[in-house]
């Protein structure tokens, strides 16, 4: 049973443009929810969290937006730059239970 | 540099064998997960210790266990590897259990099963 879900597998997206990553999730009780790049040959790296308690958080050119009453939550890049070409996983915790559980990943290609 | 060292990066072992991976936290962090990558899967959660302690368990199979020593760092144990072990394996450290803080992750270590 996937708890974290990024139905897309794949996104491409013209530079300059605004990418958008989605990710949905079923377990109610998460309460904290993170995004995280991933470039080849290299372990994930953070990016951006948002807790529950909020429904928008910006980091830069990031902002991570949070529906609670969807339990959905979205990624926004703008603009997209070659760079982000990467895979972003989407993961969340719940309270009292430590570990993180990630999404299957979305792979961005930022097109010239 | 995520500060957390994982070791050794590539392993090419036989159906049968047990292998051991080993992770190195960032320094002052207490806390170990360690995570499989499948193709086509996304991270799965197999185990976290903090300080010394199992914290909670994921789908980590049977076969395989592991431990955080004194010195914080953790080991993975693989046993009577399967071909669909192979995979990457990622272990991530962070101060907390949880408290809301991310997880700094290594670079993996590249199992394969032959």
Redesign the interface.
């Known amino acids: 049973d996937q708890q974290?879900k990024?139905n897309s597998p794949s996104l491409s997206v013209q530079e300059g443009r605004i990418s958008i990553l989605n990710c949905d999730y079923t377990n109610s009780m998460f309460d904290?929810f993170?995004w995280?790049k991933k470039y080849p040959?290299?372990?994930?790296?953070?990016l951006i969290?948002i807790?529950s308690i909020k429904d928008k958080n910006e980091d830069g050119r990031f902002t991570v937006f949070l529906n609670k009453s969807a339990k959905h939550l979205s990624l926004h890049i703008v603009p997209s730059q070659p760079g982000d070409s990467a895979v972003y996983?989407c993961?969340a915790?719940a309270?009292r239970?430590?570990?993180?559980?990630?999404?299957?990943?979305t792979r961005l290609h930022i097109l010239p | 540099d995520?500060g957390?060292t994982?070791t050794p990066k590539h392993l090419i072992t036989a159906t049968g064998q047990r292998v051991t991976l080993r992770c190195s936290p960032r320094s002052g962090d207490l806390?170990v997960?360690w995570?499989q990558q499948s193709l086509?899967?996304?991270?799965?959660?197999l185990i976290?210790y903090?300080n010394g302690e199992e914290?909670?368990k994921?789908n980590i199979l049977e076969r395989f266990s592991a431990q955080q020593f004194p010195d914080l760092h953790s080991e993975l144990n693989l046993s009577s590897l399967e071909l669909g072990d192979s995979a990457l394996y990622?272990c991530?450290s962070s101060v907390e259990?949880?408290e809301?803080t991310?997880?700094?992750?290594?670079?993996?270590t590249r199992l394969t099963v032959v």
């Open positions: 974290v990024q904290y993170l995280y040959a290299e372990g994930p790296t953070f969290s807790s996983f993961a915790s309270p239970d430590d570990k993180i559980i990630f999404g299957k990943g | 995520s957390v994982q806390s997960y995570y086509d899967q996304g991270l799965q959660f976290q903090y914290r909670a994921g990622f991530a259990a949880r809301n991310e997880a700094f992750f290594g670079q993996g």
